[in-house]
Each structure stands twice: as structure tokens, then as C-alpha cells.
Nanobody, 124 residues
Framework: VQLQASGGGLVQAGGSLRLSCAAS????????MGWFRQVPRNEREFVAA????????YYADSVKGRFTISRDSAKNTVYLQMDSLKPEDTAVYYC??????????????????WGQGTQVTVSS
């Protein structure tokens, strides 16, 4: 299984970026796809998740209303549209996948597969 994250970059506060996570190596229809982020010396933080087959979504309070997670089944790709970016959104963003079973989608350790991360920097 491979998760390839891309789309990070440098943007001014108030701007937008769209991250992509290309998934390969298996069928993800029974999976939840998530985005996490991490700044140096901090733990990885949950950002958003989407159920691949049903499209149900869940967001961290800190990004609700500004970020949108979506997926394109034909392209096997998950997106994170980030609008109204703030300097505190600066982090390395990771995509991840976990089976759609019971349990909270925000728990980092419940995710089986991880991408390599993409840097997002928001300048003030």
C-alpha cells in the first residue's frame, strides 16, 4: 500500500491550498482516509477524515468551516481543500488510512497506512 501526499507549499494568511493523497496497492472502499498534521516537538494532530464508501466526514474543531475533505474514487485520491489559512495551520500534513471499523477516527494509532507528509507554511 502506498499513500502519496502532495500539494503543500508556502501561502499567505487568508490564502488557500489543496492537498492530494494518491492511494494505491489495495481497494480502499472499506477504509477511512484521514489527514493529520504535525509541528516540530508536538504530537501529530488530527485534521479531518472521510469514509471512502459513504462519504461521511469528520473535522477537528480548529479547521471546521475552513477545510474540506473529499475523495475521487475514479482517481483513488483524497483531497484536503484548505481555505482561510492561518499561520497556526503551518505544519507537515500527512494522509493516512484505516479500516472502517468501530472506534474514533481521530486516534492516530488506529491508522494502518501513512503517506510521507507534505509541508504547508502559512506566512502572516
Amino acid at each position: 500500500v502506498q499513500l502519496q501526499a502532495s500539494g503543500g507549499g508556502l501561502v499567505q494568511a487568508g490564502g488557500s491550498l489543496r492537498l492530494s493523497c494518491a492511494a494505491s496497492g489495495r481497494t480502499f472502499s472499506a477504509y477511512v482516509m484521514g489527514w493529520f498534521r504535525q509541528v516540530p516537538r508536538n504530537e501529530r494532530e488530527f485534521v479531518a477524515a472521510i469514509q471512502w464508501s459513504g462519504g461521511n466526514t469528520y473535522y477537528a474543531d480548529s479547521v471546521k468551516g475552513r477545510f474540506t475533505i473529499s475523495r475521487d474514487s475514479a482517481k483513488n485520491t483524497v483531497y484536503l481543500q484548505m481555505d482561510s489559512l492561518k499561520p497556526e495551520d503551518t505544519a507537515v500534513y500527512y494522509c493516512a488510512a484505516r479500516p472502517y471499523t468501530g472506534g474514533s477516527w481521530v486516534i492516530e494509532s488506529s491508522y494502518y497506512y501513512w503517506g510521507q507528509g507534505t509541508q504547508v507554511t502559512v506566512s502572516s
